[in-house]
């Protein structure tokens, strides 16, 4: 029961943190930069996030989210990747430290000055979420059993 009532705590606290807006509350900075960096986006839907404006969109085939400041400095693109789309050094050390891992999902993740992946996999019974350079160094990682809240297990400064 202590479960359930965590998972719904949790809950309430994201759907209450952000909100859905229409592009026109958008502020024009956010939408000039938006539309700048993202001309053939498709299905745009925008949320607010404390200070953050998120745009969801579709782009390429991809599902895409971009985060930007209340000036429209972008702050984060986040891609949706086919397992295919995945460099052979990320696969590689994921494959090696976690075998016969079945894989969740894939992101690539760019920020300003950064690029890397976010794979998630399920092993051994744990939901492991994996930020890793195009080279294969893992920089964060977070894992969460099946009966406990997320715990961090290794962190490294992100590279530039």
């Avoid at 599902?63 to 949706?80: D, H, I, K, P, Y």
């Avoid at 080279?135 to 997320?150: K, M, V, Y």
């Amino acid at each position: 029961m202590k479960t359930a009532t965590y998972f719904t705590t949790i809950l309430v606290l994201f759907l209450s943190s952000c909100s859905e807006v229409k592009q026109e509350e958008t502020p024009e900075a956010v939408l000039k930069s938006f539309n700048s960096m993202f001309p053939n986006a498709q299905e745009v839907e925008w949320e607010l996030e404390e200070d953050v404006w998120e745009a969801e969109f579709t782009l390429d085939e991809h599902e895409v989210s971009a985060e930007f400041n209340l000036e429209g400095e972008w702050l984060e693109t986040e891609t949706e990747l086919g397992k295919e789309q995945i460099p052979h050094a990320v696969a590689s050390v994921i494959s090696e430290k976690y075998p016969n891992c079945m894989w969740l999902g894939y992101e690539e993740v760019r920020k300003p000055e950064f690029m890397a992946y976010e794979i998630e996999i399920e092993f051994e019974g744990e939901t492991h979420e994996i930020l890793i350079s195009g080279s294969g160094e893992i920089l964060e990682e977070e894992t969460e059993s099946s009966n406990e809240e997320p715990a961090e297990e290794e962190t490294k400064p992100e590279a530039v």
